[in-house]
């Protein structure tokens, strides 16, 4: 049981280059999320999803996409990378009756 | 006015103290309050997850949630070094896929 996994760990993009973070949750997880978090603060919701072809906008979702064709892939679509997309970028994941999030191990993005 | 207000420290104590971590919050329909342990290039990992107002414990960990005045605290007992990281509250309601707002997060270092 892997839990929530995360690809690539590190990447840096070249500003207006696009990209994947690709996240896989085991646990037959419904919910899934992705949020992204800054020097020093907490983490913002970008996107979420009640399940397979289900999703939706968090608090911060311009600049990203997101599809979610099977229960347990989430992968996050960056298009024309910007400075300000620079962030650490976590996928969660958890039960449709709430309960613990569980986090993957992130994503560090630069984009120069 | 932020939905979640926490102090990001830094919190600098020494081993042994009792540690106080506090949030307020504004939104009166969160019924899930959550603490976060963060470790430096880590994910989140869930410490203390509440339904509603009360007290919970385990182990050295305490959580208080007063939802008449808007507020949560995380109280560690005899901290130790190895308990230095960043401390984030979160809290949720049970629409809307269970969205989950953090706070910034606290810094704090336990001296030896």
């Known amino acids: 049981n892997a839990g929530v996994t995360q690809t690539p760990k590190f990447r840096i993009l070249k500003i207006g280059q696009s990209m994947t973070l690709q996240c896989t949750q085991d646990?037959?997880?419904?919910?899934m999320y992705w949020y992204r978090q800054d020097p020093g603060m907490g983490l913002k919701l970008i996107y979420y999803?009640?399940?397979?072809?289900?999703?939706d906008k968090g608090e911060v979702p311009n600049g990203y996409n997101v599809s979610r064709s099977t229960t347990e892939d989430f992968p996050l679509r960056l298009e024309l990378a910007a400075p300000s997309q620079t962030s650490v970028y976590f996928c969660?994941?958890?039960?449709?009756?709430?309960?613990?999030?569980?986090f993957g191990p992130g994503t560090r993005l630069t984009v120069l | 006015q932020k939905e979640v207000e926490q102090d990001p420290g830094p919190l600098s104590v020494p081993e042994g103290a009792i540690v106080s971590l506090n949030c307020t919050y504004s939104?009166?329909?969160?019924?899930?309050f959550m603490w976060y342990r963060q470790y430096s290039r880590k994910g989140p990992e869930l410490l203390m997850y509440?339904?509603?107002?009360g007290n919970k414990e385990d182990g050295r960990f305490t959580a208080q949630v007063d939802k008449s005045s808007k507020y949560i605290s995380l109280f560690i007992r005899d901290s130790q070094p190895s308990d230095s990281a960043t401390y984030l509250c979160?809290?949720?309601?049970?629409?809307?896929?269970?969205?989950?707002?953090f706070g910034a997060g606290t810094r704090l270092f336990v001296k030896a």
């Open positions: 646990m037959n997880h419904n919910y």
């Open positions: 979160a809290m949720s309601g049970n629409t809307g896929g269970f969205k989950t707002i």
């Open positions: 509440t339904y509603s107002s």
């Open positions: 939104n009166s329909a969160f019924q899930y």
């Open positions: 969660a994941s958890r039960t449709s009756q709430g309960g613990e999030q569980f």
């Open positions: 999803s009640v399940g397979a072809g289900i999703t």
